[in-house]
């Protein structure tokens, strides 16, 4: 059975900056979220609290049975197998091809010595070839993946995700470095994942029209805090400047016109 993932009274500080202020959410298994917000909102830093790569100041996160910010060694090596990170800078390394960069993300699965050897079962390279068809990227198998588009290796990076078996995927602006065709595969990528697996996606946006055409829900941080969390049709633009006010409506309306195709061509 899976689990809903909560997020309960939430803050961490940096200095005098609250850069999560008091956030309490609540993720049932398999929904698919869009955090948006302005640049400095907090969205960063609360995706980074999830898969514990900094600590909460107060509050506690939970899945399920597990109180994730008490998680300690192989508990929490296995809590950061479960929820998968990509970023918007891809993480991969440039140097090797993309099938080893894939299985690079089984891993976290293995002792010192065989993860330092970087041997891998038959078994491992199949699921690592199925993850990378299931993104179109069988033909880039054995390329380089610094030789490969941003927008094919930000899919490399989902398929070496997808092969840590995860429930829980956590996009840090996946997509801000991504011209639009590229990015609607990459969407389209976290989609099929999401709908296919029953994956719990939480994804960090900068445009609106991309998270209302793909997320289940939006939630809206300003100053750390959720300032709306709601359905896409609930995000109406009197919802967004109420919010932002109408210099924000515009910020945002700009952002969106470079990936206004995304959400066309979704
Ligand atoms: N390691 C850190 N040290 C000091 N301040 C930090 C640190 N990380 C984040 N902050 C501050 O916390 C606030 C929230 O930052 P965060 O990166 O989470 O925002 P964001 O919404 O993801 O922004 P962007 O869209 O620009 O990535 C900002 O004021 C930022 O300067």
Not at 211 to 219: F, L, P, S
Request: with cysteine; aromatic share 4%; net charge neutral.
């Amino acid at each position: 059975m899976p689990d809903s993932l909560n997020l309960i009274n939430v803050s961490r500080h940096f200095g005098n900056t609250k850069a999560v202020d008091n956030v309490s959410l609540d993720i049932p298994p398999g929904q698919f979220v869009g955090v948006i917000g302005r640049s400095g909102a907090g969205k960063s830093t609360m995706l980074r609290l999830i898969n514990r790569l900094i600590d909460p100041t107060e509050g506690e996160i939970r899945y399920g049975d597990r109180v994730v910010t008490q998680l300690k060694g192989k508990a929490l090596r296995d809590w950061r197998r479960d929820c998968a990170m990509i970023f918007q800078q891809f993480n991969l390394v440039d140097r090797l091809d993309v099938l080893t960069n894939v299985l690079i993300g089984r891993l976290a699965e293995r002792g010192f010595v065989s993860s330092m050897l970087m041997r891998f079962t038959d078994e491992e390279r199949t699921m690592a070839i199925q993850a990378l068809d299931r993104l179109d990227l069988v033909p880039q198998t054995l390329q380089r993946a610094g030789t490969l588009s941003g927008g094919q290796q930000q899919r490399v990076a989902i398929a070496k995700a997808l092969v840590q078996q995860p429930r829980i995927m956590l996009a840090d602006e996946p997509i801000a470095s991504l011209d639009p065709a590229n990015a609607t595969l990459v969407m389209d990528g976290l989609r099929a994942i999401n709908r296919e697996d029953g994956i719990t996606v939480l994804v960090n946006l900068h445009t609106l029209d991309t998270a209302r055409a793909y997320c289940d829900r939006i939630v809206a941080m300003r100053d750390g805090r959720v300032m709306f969390d709601g359905s896409p049709c609930q995000l109406t633009n009197d919802v967004v400047r109420d919010i932002y006010g109408t210099e924000g409506l515009q910020e945002f309306n700009e952002a969106a016109t470079s990936t206004q195709k995304v959400a066309v061509m979704a």
